[in-house]
């Protein structure tokens, strides 16, 4: 019988550690709980949020609604030559899964190691880190239509991903609930080193033959080495997107700031790399309050204990006028806000 808890607590439901409630929660554990929830015709115009790890989200305010927690978990595979389709259930952790596919020697996710989150929320964000995206990866996905209580088949090219853009985050908002994702990765790897820092540091390590579980613990010590650990202290990753401007537009940002960090973006956009223009703002490791940015990356936010939602809210809106008023380019909040 499916359990429906009433004014629960929020806090350990997300990696800020912010205080707020949910009115309902519920855990889903089975595709076929999802069935049983919405028999009730009450929760289908009942505000709802669909929530894995909560690591990509920030909480303002009670949610007035029913908190859907995904905990479906599995992680499966089929061989087919030199391709490995891996299936992972919505509620499995992200990095567990990495972890997984690197173990068999399954390339194509080892750039993606130590992202926080669930597998659900993956294709929905398009989550991405040095250089690899998940729609690199991506094969398809199982979600739950919530109308039609019916489970349908999303293949890549009709999932409309762009940067940390989803057709999930868009024109079908709210109206699935992603269950199962498969990827498609490689028996013959093809090692992606360009992005960051991952050169120099096996070059650091002495590495000149990388293999994905290389790869891997790089990433993983750049990623320790720059982003505070949720469990010490709370936040939510990467707090704002990447700009991507035009050519013109970055131009005349570097005759006029020549040391602009930046990368192509393909279709002839230029991506800028936010912590720098948050750190040349003078915004790195800056404490406000019981909020601040952390000390090795500018673009995290961090709880130092005790802060309120809208107190970390507060604090990124400053920082985006911050970085508008000295290079005129608009920063946009990566982490959902509620």
């Not at 700009?243 to 006029?256: A, M, Q, S, V, Y």
């Not at 002839?268 to 090795?296: D, F, H, P, S, Y």
């Not at 673009?299 to 309120?308: D, E, I, K, T, Y």
């Amino acid at each position: 019988m499916l359990q429906i808890r009433e004014n629960v607590s929020l806090k350990n439901f997300n990696t800020f550690g912010v205080e707020a409630n949910a009115k309902y929660l519920v855990e889903i554990n089975h595709e076929n709980e999802l069935t049983e929830l919405f028999l009730d015709p009450k929760w289908l115009t009942f505000p709802r949020l669909v929530l894995g790890g909560g690591s990509n989200v920030l909480f303002t305010k009670d949610f007035e609604g029913l908190v859907i927690r995904m905990n479906i978990r599995g992680i499966e595979h089929r061989i087919n030559h030199e391709e490995v389709y891996v299936e992972a259930g919505a509620g499995e952790s992200w990095n567990e899964l990495v972890n997984y596919c690197v173990a068999y020697g399954f390339a194509g996710m080892e750039n993606l190691s130590l992202i926080p989150g669930s597998v659900g929320a993956s294709p929905v964000q398009n989550i991405g880190a040095y250089g690899v995206e998940l729609k690199d990866v991506f094969e398809s996905c199982q979600a739950f239509e919530i109308a039609t209580q019916q489970i349908k088949t999303f293949a890549k090219e009709v999932c409309g991903f762009g940067y940390r853009e989803s057709i999930f985050k868009g024109a079908l908002k709210n109206q699935f609930i992603i269950t199962s994702v498969k990827f498609k990765l490689s028996l013959q790897p093809t090692v992606n080193t360009k992005y960051g820092a991952i050169e120099e540091e096996l070059r650091k390590w002495e590495i000149t033959n990388p293999t994905i579980q290389d790869i891997s613990k790089v990433v993983s010590h750049i990623r320790v080495s720059k982003l505070p650990d949720p469990s010490t202290i709370g936040n939510a990753g990467s707090f704002f997107k990447n700009p991507i401007i035009g050519p013109g537009e970055f131009e005349e940002l570097k005759n006029k700031f020549p040391a602009v960090a930046n990368y192509p973006a393909g279709n002839n956009q230029i991506k800028l790399a936010a912590g720098w223009l948050i750190e040349q703002c003078g915004w790195k490791g800056k404490t406000v309050g019981k909020t601040g940015t952390w000390q090795n990356q500018a673009l995290v936010l961090v709880n130092h204990g005790g802060a309120s939602g809208e107190q970390i809210f507060a604090l990124s809106s400053q920082i985006i006028d911050s970085v508008y008023n000295k290079f005129g380019v608009k920063l946009d909040r990566e982490v959902n806000i509620l």
